[in-house]
Nanobody
Framework: VQLQASGGGVVQPGDSLRLSCAAS????????MGWFRQAPGKEREYIAA????????FYADSVKDRFTISRDNAKNTVYLRMSSLKPEDTALYYC???????????????WGQGTQVTVSS
């Protein structure tokens, strides 16, 4: 299983950004996909997830109403649309996958490499 995250960058407060995570080596439509982030000196934070059907999502309070997770099973890709970005959103963002898992559990079996998001004026 390979998970390739992309789309990070340097943006200003209030800007938007879309992260992508392309998956291979798995039957994508059978996997719950999640996004985590880790800022320097802080613990990894579970911020969003979407189940295999796309019908159930999870958001951490810190990103609720600003971030939107979605998936395209035809493209084996999960997205994280981030809007109204704040400096505290600066972190390394990771995608992860688990077979038919609950979006409410932060336990995942497969991890991708991170993509850096920096929000700074």
């Amino acid at each position: 299983v390979q998970l390739q995250a992309s789309g990070g960058g340097v943006v200003q407060p209030g800007d938007s950004l879309r992260l992508s995570c392309a998956a291979s080596g798995l039957i994508f439509r059978s996997y719950t996909m999640g996004w985590f982030r880790q800022a320097p000196g802080k613990e990894r934070e579970y911020i969003a997830a979407v189940d295999w059907s796309g019908g159930t999502t999870f958001y951490a309070d810190s990103v609720k109403d600003r971030f939107t997770i979605s998936r395209d099973n035809a493209k084996n890709t999960v997205y994280l649309r981030m809007s109204s970005l704040k400096p505290e959103d600066t972190a390394l963002y990771y995608c992860a996958a688990k077979y038919y898992g609950s979006v409410y559990s932060h336990e995942y079996g497969y991890w991708g490499q991170g993509t850096q998001v920096t929000v700074s004026s």
